[in-house]
């Protein structure tokens, strides 16, 4: 019977709903938008679903969403919280705090340049899909070092947590986009030392409820 590799249990939290518009860029160097009442549910719910783990340790986004998300799950769990700004969203440089529809009518180019390469195009002064995975990638990879067959929590934001879910699957970071988090779900990767295996993913309190 073959022994089961130790592993470092990771369970990616996305942070609840704000009330800052869906079809605008975050820039949470100007603007940190705290979680809206659905967004305190959200951040409930999933601590909730982690009140019966045995977590050793939270990470967090320092953003006030993701922080507000950990707290609760703090609350529920009673692990401490590390924040690592490795875990922020990605930048998008002079886009960010832009509308979409602004982007579309004063970088006309390279806002269709972007439409065709979502994963490769960044615009001036920010990140590309590959550098948000260098980043948060060699957080993840830092996480697991510092602790070996222990569950840790790490609370961001819907992209560090697909790239970093494109590389534990091993899948075109391309197809990023078709990795569905919604708010306050769940997702775990179990890191071991020769493979990293999938638990589950998107899980969320509101699926298990009509």
């Known amino acids: 019977m073959r022994e089961k590799e130790a592993a470092t249990r990771i369970i990616y939290v996305r942070h609840g709903l704000t009330d800052f518009p869906t079809n ?7 603007e940190d938008p705290a979680l809206n009442e659905r967004g305190l549910r959200h951040a409930r719910d999933a601590a909730a679903l982690l009140a019966q783990q045995a977590v050793d340790v939270i990470y967090a986004s320092p953003s006030c969403r993701t922080r507000m998300t950990a707290d609760e799950i703090a609350k529920a769990t009673g692990a401490g919280i590390v924040d690592m700004a490795a875990l922020r969203e990605r930048r998008f440089g002079i886009w960010d705090g832009l509308y979409f529809n602004d982007i579309e009518q004063r970088y006309p180019d390279e806002y269709q340049a972007w439409k065709r390469d979502l994963a490769g195009y960044t615009p001036q002064g920010g990140e590309t899909m590959e550098t948000l995975l260098q980043r948060a990638g060699s957080a993840i990879t830092q996480i697991v070092r510092a ?6 929590v790490v609370v961001s934001h819907v992209g560090p947590i697909r790239v970093c879910m494109a590389e534990a699957l091993k899948i075109p970071l391309a197809w990023y986009r078709q990795l569905h988090i919604d708010y306050g779900s769940l997702t775990r990767v179990d890191y071991g030392r020769s493979q990293n295996n ?13």
Do not use: E, G, K, M
């Open 147 to 152: 602790h070996p067959n222990q569950t840790v």
């Open 24 to 30: 605008r860029i975050y820039c949470d160097d100007l």
């Open 198 to 210: 999938i638990i589950y993913t998107n899980l969320a309190r509101a699926h298990f409820q009509s």
